[in-house]
């Protein structure tokens, strides 16, 4: 099985401001990583996949970025709305199809 | 638009079975893959079960292989879970979500459905 770490667990950030969330796998998953977005009470949303690409309707401040088992998202200035959980999830060596632990980014 | 619901949630005792639904609309169910993806309260995503659209395949997590049975109607635009000898542990919001292809990533999420499992 393949494990997602993601760091830091939580990140507070002042609006407008930069953040930089990080998720390594335990072994190399190629480009076949995706982000996804959760705000309290709602389903997760896609934001990337295949590493870079930004899902439909995902503004252009996200990107993805990394392979094999390195990975970044970054969030270039945040917006209030981007205040949420965060999760990387791999689906290129499954079962199972694993996620990250989550980084929660919060007003700082 | 793509849209998922998922049914059946409820208040359970431990040792029970429960079936959720998850009803698949805007897109071509039967050509689509979907998974189930549970979350339990305040911690992350875990990847329970699948059967591919064809339903020639299916997979389950370890932590439920053996209780939970997924299944699809196709004629019904609709995925099944059925979860027996449940656990307090499998307290949870169950999701449905599609792939665009078997391998790929989740594009669409349902709203969940919330199991509690309790005596």
């Known amino acids: 099985e393949i494990v997602m770490t993601q760091s830091p667990a939580t990140l507070s950030v002042s609006p407008g401001e930069r953040a930089t969330l990080s998720c390594r796998a335990s072994?190399?998953?190629?480009?076949?990583l995706a982000w996804y977005q959760q705000k309290p009470g709602q389903a997760p949303r896609l934001l990337i996949y295949?590493?870079?690409t930004r899902a439909t309707g995902v503004p252009a401040r996200f990107s993805g970025s990394g392979s094999g088992t390195e990975f970044t998202l970054t969030i270039s200035s945040l917006q209030s709305e981007d205040f949420a959980v965060y999760y990387c999830?791999?689906?290129?060596?499954?079962?199972?199809?694993?996620f990250g632990q989550g980084t929660k980014v919060e007003i700082k | 638009q793509v849209q998922l619901v998922e049914s059946g949630g409820g208040v359970v005792q431990p040792g029970k079975s429960l079936r959720l639904s998850c009803a698949a609309s805007?897109?071509?169910?039967?050509?689509?893959?979907v998974h189930w993806v549970r979350q339990a309260p305040g911690k992350g995503l875990e990847w329970l079960a699948v059967?591919?659209?064809?339903?020639?395949?299916?997979y389950y997590a370890d932590s439920v292989k053996g209780r939970f049975t997924v299944s699809r109607d196709n004629s019904k635009n609709t995925l099944y879970l059925q979860m027996n000898s449940l656990r307090p542990e499998d307290t949870a919001v169950y999701y449905c979500a599609r792939v665009e292809y078997f391998t790929s990533w989740f594009d669409h999420w349902g709203q969940g459905t919330l199991v509690i499992v309790s005596s």
């Open positions: 295949g590493a870079s």
């Open positions: 999830q791999q689906y290129n060596i499954w079962p199972p199809w694993t």
């Open positions: 072994q190399s998953v190629g480009s076949n």
């Open positions: 805007g897109f071509t169910f039967s050509l689509y893959t």
């Open positions: 059967m591919s659209y064809d339903a020639e395949h299916e």
